[in-house]
DNA sequence: ACTCGTACTTGAAACGCATCAAAGGGGCCG
DNA sequence: CGGCCCCTTTGATGCGTTTCAAGTACGAGT
């Protein structure tokens, strides 16, 4: 239970401190009989070497922070596994914080991580990016996730408009004559989903469409009730194809539905907007487009590790990818750091069960980016 | 860019460098008008304390660790929101680290926080506890989670056994004359499951009972598979009531026979036995025995908790809760520290989708423990 | 005027380690 | 035998804090 130190070990194994130090930094500075003896004794004495020590007197760690507002969010499980993999991939820890749906406990691990020496640190920050300012100029390389935004700074974001204009496409070549908007958009993402099937619409004036609220939790309940309001409705004002601005919401209306006898898909069509894993495995297949959340940790590790390498940060190029897949590259001479990347969602088309394990979906995930 | 450190601070408002610390730590020793002052200047400056130093200097700091084998999985999501709140009730901060699937990983990122300074550690092992000897004799506190396990150490578990018992009974309750249990029993917690059923159906000779492998790594498509196997077979020959050892399994054998025109639940019942959030929030009700996650994770700060303020590490005590509610309190006078805490799981029966949003799936969660 | 007490403030020491210039120890060649 | 060079090991130094014994200033009591 006593702490052993290094120079415990030094002197058990009957060598100096520093040598101690290079067996765990340096090996191959080591002959190998030293280095075995060394690491013999490290076991022996159940040696732990002191992070903190290690990073305050040796500088930063390989270890990245990332700090997500909840844990319970697919999406934010997916950026994390993408930002995981690749932290490991160039040798780098990855920490993970639950803000808890709570600025200050988000604002609190932010500094957190910040004054913990972490190499560099990823927020998906839950509100706006009122307090970014302050955070910029922090000594720590930075990254923000899921978020839009035009002050400097690191950003990867999913294309959220593409993300609505893939869905309604997607209505509009299975032949959809009347479609219905299921959601509040409470918040950017959602209106830009919204900003995106209106975009794709615009060219369909043909096609009617209507958006319903439905109330402002977004809840698979909202989506029953909604499901069921329209499952009342005649049979010419009924909606062909129905769209969930979340995928909760769409398989509360299709359970609905389902309950009032009208058969999905075969009356009426419904799909969701956000990749929720939780709805994929589900027992009704859902057709949704997914925002690659991997793909976002995965390009936000990177963007850190670019701010790493480049340790100039008089970093001046504005690059922006997307949105459907065009890219559209711009340097200017701006001295601030703004990088942001739009990363494109992709359909996920779901005809059966059989393809739904977990495994599987994160595969197409994957594959997506191959 | 430039770290601004404590002695900046202390420059920059004219006082030293041991107040500038107290205003952080001690506040209530500093005359009102400095600790004004000081904080001014620290906001100025952007001064962000380096918790490595803190940490060196001052000894552990308030925060646990937790390391989880995956992230995707609903319950550990749930230990970790669980341990979470705990955490935070008490004022300490939680890291999550994800090991990944990898043994080598996971003992990393233990090491990792071992020497950290952390106040303590949580880990949900992944595989037999082998390792777990050399890591009891670590200097911080340390519990492990959904492990059973004899070795001296603070454990938190689910109990699997009851989980089995409490589905099988339901499928009793239901009037089951033929009960197929699908899956794999793959490790240790699956195995407990079927034996918990095999104990309830002891009680009840005339009812028949199957088990299927379902392939190693129990997917939805194995449950699909074997659903479509069962869907073949003749009515009599066929169980009126199966249970998937996960889940994702049941999931997977209610799209099967669904798919083959076998309806459910009146032709047959289908439940689930891991109470998985994934499946939950699925289309179709499913009906499953959750284990309680959230209060394994609760537990598991509270035994860290408990170690901390008895630093006295002579405890003697023996304490086991499970299984179906029974208490058995025994103190022994042991020199080893053996706390091991069997959670109960808790039925979760579900009739329609209107109520399956997760919100209200954990708030059964949490209700079944207030 | 002197003492004592209270309320703050100070600054040196220690925390455990990485670093790196310098010292040590062979081996090899002349 | 001396001189060189290379490989390995050494240990003093500093990283940014916290802590705490010692100090200062001020006011009340006598």
Redesign the pocket.
Known sequence: MA?V???DV?REA?????????A???PE???P???KLINETINRLG????Q???Q????ATKSFGLVLPRLDHGFSLQIASGAHNEARKHGYDLLIANADNDDILEDHYLRYFMGTQMSGVMVQPMASPDWHPAMTKMPVPIVHLDIHCSEPGYYVAADNEAQGRIIAELAIARGAHHITVVGRAAFMQLTLRVLGIHKALALHPDIKIEVIDAGEWNTAADGYSIGAQIAERSTDERPDFVIGLTDVLASGVISALTDKGISVPEQVRVAGCDGNPLAWSGSVPLTTVAPPGYEIGRKGVQLLMEQIENKAPAKTKRVRIGSAARTVTEVTAAEDINRQELVRPFLLERASTQASSQAEATAINLGAYL
Chains 1, 2 share one sequence.
Do not use: C, D, F, M
């Open positions: 702490k130190k290094i120079s030094a009957g060598v100096s401190l520093g040598t101690v130090s290079n765990l930094n340096h500075k080591l002959r009989e030293t280095l040696y732990l070497p002191n903190s020590a290690r305050l007197a040796g500088g």
